[in-house]
């Protein structure tokens, strides 16, 4: 037997990789916690994913996160998959078992929860409806938490109203499906409002909903968070709302890896926040 402990490694497999925050963010909490580990960022093409999947466990690895354009042929290529994933149809998050099988997990929904609960505290998805702008993955992983964290009803607005009828089938009768010619309408008596869709990052035009009827009462966030305040949260804001920035999400959604990888679980601080933005 060796008398060198094997060092864990993680990282992110992506294409293009180079834009991601997460090397740094769990850069900074392998520093914080003095573990003695590795993330690194992992450009793969489509061709190539399988065989890298498979070879990264032999190679030490530990798990790795996945991201566009690989959430769902990940998904079809592990042996273990979450029911949350499953629901979901794309995978975020991988955990390697010592002896080469994959696990896969979606952890998008809690990020998206813990968020929500650490930012504004006396929000409760259980009060009211929900209104979520968007049908892509997203949305998928967005809805099945709000469903699961007591929400009575999901309205959804897509620019394809076809993806929205899709979701409904899939998530069931909680599910309300709204033309997105009249999203503005669904925000009647809300409790919570998220976009979903890209509209509103940099570089995409920006989300023109009209707010007239949302309640001054409804927390709202974007999953937009380049720039961490988009054009809906300003309108939002002014109305008297609470808003949420998706940037939270962004780091939230990486703690269950972290702490499956490596054994311990981080903390989202204003201090890690402050590093991963500046990078
Ligand atoms: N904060 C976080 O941690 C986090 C996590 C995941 C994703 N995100 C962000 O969330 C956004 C969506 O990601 P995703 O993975 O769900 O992408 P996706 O699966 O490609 O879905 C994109 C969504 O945006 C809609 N859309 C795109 N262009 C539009 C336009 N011009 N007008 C109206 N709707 C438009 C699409 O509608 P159609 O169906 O009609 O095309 C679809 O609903 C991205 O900005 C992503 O960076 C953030």
Redesign the pocket.
């Known amino acids: 037997m060796s008398d060198h402990p094997k060092i864990p490694l993680a990282g992110v497999i992506g294409h293009p990789i180079a834009h991601s925050r997460s090397p740094a963010l769990h850069g900074h909490w392998l520093k914080t916690y003095g573990i003695k580990g590795h993330y690194v960022p992992m450009d793969v093409a489509e061709e190539d994913l399988e065989a890298v999947l498979r070879a990264l466990p032999r190679a030490g690895f530990v798990g790795c996160n996945i991201t566009?354009p690989h959430?769902e042929r990940a998904l079809a290529l592990a042996d273990v998959i979450s029911d949350r994933a499953a629901l979901i149809g794309?995978t975020?998050t991988l955990v390697f078992h010592p002896d080469g099988r994959i696990y896969a997990d979606n952890t998008?929904g809690y990020?998206?929860i813990a968020?929500l609960r650490e930012t504004a505290p006396h929000w409760d998805a259980a009060l009211a409806p929900a209104a979520v702008?968007?049908?892509?993955?997203?949305?998928?992983?967005i809805i099945a938490a709000l469903i699961e964290t007591g929400c009575p009803e999901v309205r959804v607005a897509?620019?394809?109203r076809a993806?929205?009828e899709v979701l409904r089938a899939e998530f069931g009768a909680r599910l309300v499906v709204y033309d997105?010619g009249q999203a503005a309408n669904m925000m009647e008596g809300v409790a919570t409002l998220v976009?979903?869709?890209?509209?509103?990052?940099v570089g995409?035009?920006d989300?023109r909903i009209p707010l007239d009827v949302l309640p001054d009462s409804a927390v709202v966030t974007?999953?937009?968070?380049?720039p961490l305040q988009t054009r809906l949260l300003l309108e939002a804001a002014e109305r008297g709302c609470i808003t949420v920035d998706?940037?939270?999400?962004?780091?939230h959604?990486a703690v269950p890896g972290f702490e499956r990888w490596f054994g311990q679980r981080p903390e989202v601080t204003a201090e890690l926040r402050e590093k991963v933005l500046s990078v």
Request: net charge positive; proline share 2%.
């Open positions: 566009i959430k794309a975020n998008d990020g998206f968020n702008l968007g049908a892509g993955g997203a949305a998928r992983a897509n620019r394809t993806r929205a997105w976009n979903t869709t890209s509209l509103g990052m995409k035009p989300l974007d999953c937009v968070y380049t998706g940037f939270g999400m962004l780091l959604q």
